[in-house]
């Protein structure tokens, strides 16, 4: 079975400070995909990063930036100097061999001024 | 602009009347999904489609039935079976089934049932 747990519930931080999402992971499928998806308020999910099981470079994207460690199965999101526009619930999935994607419960992230 | 269009954004309903949730995408897209959420659960899939005219069950499938007659649309219907519909619901698509392909989605419908 698949599953993805998203251990920080919510999240406070204040305007500029950096804040890491934590995100672990449990499959047998030796392929699999995992992406980190923000819902703001508005209530969309938007898609933010995808990586596979067999590409363990970190990436970074502006602010934003990830750490994938196989040894862990973990799959972590930094966010650097945040900022309020960054308030929003974030989600980790995990896609193996089924078409079905599996997602955390989220991390509700507030950045205050 | 191609995208994900779900209507309404809200919808109230009595209990006991089956009620419609509509999906359209303009993007091409084979698969199409839907989740529901709720608060502190996440997301949770109730139905998908990896083509035309197929579909199968998600982990929450009870009480709920679509179709998909067109490649760009994928209602979903919430009937009196579902114990507890109200809920917020997202619909999305993505390029292939495969597991490799994001998925983009709408802005969801949020539901109230009384």
């Known amino acids: 079975a698949q599953k993805v747990t998203q251990a920080q519930t919510e999240i406070s931080v204040v305007e500029k400070e950096d804040v890491t999402l934590d995100c672990v992971y449990e499959?047998?499928?030796?392929?699999?995909?995992l992406f980190w998806y923000k819902q703001p308020p508005s209530g969309e999910l938007v898609f933010l990063i995808r990586?596979?099981?067999?590409?363990?470079q970190n990436e970074i994207s502006g602010r934003y930036s990830w750490n994938f460690q196989k040894s862990t199965s973990s799959f972590n999101f930094t966010i650097t100097a945040s900022q309020v526009v960054d308030s929003a619930v974030y989600f980790c999935?995990?896609?193996?061999?089924?078409?079905?994607?599996?997602f955390g419960k989220g991390t509700k992230l507030t950045v205050n001024p | 602009d191609g995208g994900i269009t779900q209507s309404p954004k809200y919808l109230f309903r009595k209990e006991g009347q089956n009620v419609t949730l509509s999906c359209e995408q303009n993007?091409?897209?084979?698969?199409m999904y839907w989740y529901r959420q709720d608060p502190g659960q996440g997301l949770r899939l109730i139905y998908y489609?990896?083509?035309?005219?197929?579909?199968q069950k998600g982990d929450i499938a009870e009480g709920y039935s679509v179709s998909r007659e067109k490649k760009e649309s994928f209602p979903l219907t919430v009937t009196s079976a579902q114990k507890n519909p109200t809920a917020f619901y997202l619909c999305?698509?993505?390029?292939?089934?495969?597991?490799?392909?994001?998925?983009?989605f709408g802005n969801g419908t949020r539901l109230t049932v009384t």
């Open positions: 999305a698509s993505s390029i292939t089934s495969g597991n490799n392909s994001p998925l983009h």
């Open positions: 499959t047998r499928d030796t392929t699999y995909y």
């Open positions: 990586r596979n099981s067999f590409d363990e």
């Open positions: 999935a995990l896609r193996g061999g089924s078409e079905k994607l599996v």
């Open positions: 993007l091409n897209h084979d698969a």
């Open positions: 489609s990896q083509i035309v005219n197929d579909f």
